[in-house]
C-alpha cells in the first residue's frame, strides 16, 4: 500500500493528476487480497473503510480541494486500511497536508498575507465596508498563495499518513 501511495504521490506532484490506472490498480489489489485472505469481519472493516475514506474525500471534492484521482485512490486505501485505521489515516494525512502548506506559505514569505486575507482559515467577512487598503491582498500574492495552497500532494500526505498510522500499530 506504501509503494501504491508513493508512486500516487509521485505522479501528483510530477503531473497534478493520478492516473486512473494507479487507482484501479490499488483497488483491485486490495480487493485480491480480500478475496484471499479476509475473513467475514475483514470484509466487513474494508467496506466501512472505503465508504469512510470515499465519503470523506468526495466532501471535498465537491469543495474544490481535492481532484477526482484524491477520491477513487482513498476508495482503495480504505479497502486495505480498514475501519478505524481509515479514519486515522485521514487525520494524520490532513493534519501532514496541513503542515505541508504553512511550511511553504512560510518558505514563499506569503504565510501572514494568506492568515490575514482569510485564504488560510475560513472567516466570514463582515459586511461593513472597509478603509482603503484594509484586507486587501495584491492580486500577485493572491495568485502565489492559491498555487502554494493546490500544490501540496495529498496523496504524499496520505502516504506519510499511512506510514504513521502503521508506526502506531507496533508502539
Keep these: ?4 501511495l508513493g508512486l500516487a504521490a509521485w505522479y501528483d506532484f510530477r503531473y497534478r493528476r493520478i492516473p486512473n490506472r494507479l487507482s484501479m490498480a490499488g483497488l483491485g489489489a486490495a480487493l485480491l487480497f480480500l ?3 479476509g475473513t467475514r469481519e475483514e470484509w466487513e472493516s474494508a ?9 470523506s474525500m468526495l466532501l471535498l471534492y465537491i469543495g474544490g480541494g481535492v481532484g477526482g484521482g ?3 485512490l482513498m476508495a482503495g486505501v480504505g479497502l ?8 486515522y489515516l485521514l487525520f494524520f494525512g490532513c ?3 496541513l503542515l505541508l502548506i504553512v511550511v511553504r506559505l512560510i518558505w514563499k514569505g506569503v504565510f501572514w498575507s494568506a492568515l490575514l486575507s482569510g485564504l488560510l482559515f475560513w472567516k466570514k467577512r463582515e459586511s461593513k465596508p472597509q478603509g482603503a487598503g484594509e484586507g486587501v491582498m495584491r492580486k500577485e500574492n493572491a495568485g502565489e498563495i492559491e498555487r502554494e495552497l493546490r500544490s501540496v500532494s495529498l496523496a504524499f500526505a496520505f502516504a506519510l499518513g499511512f506510514l504513521w498510522v502503521r508506526i502506531l500499530e507496533f508502539i
Design 70 to 72: 484524491d477520491v477513487k
Design 1 to 4: 500500500m506504501f509503494a501504491l
Design 80 to 87: 486495505l486500511t480498514g475501519y478505524p485505521d481509515v479514519i
Design 47 to 55: 467496506g466501512w473503510g472505503s465508504a469512510i475514506g470515499v465519503f
Design 35 to 37: 478475496l484471499i485472505v
Design 95 to 97: 493534519v501532514i497536508a
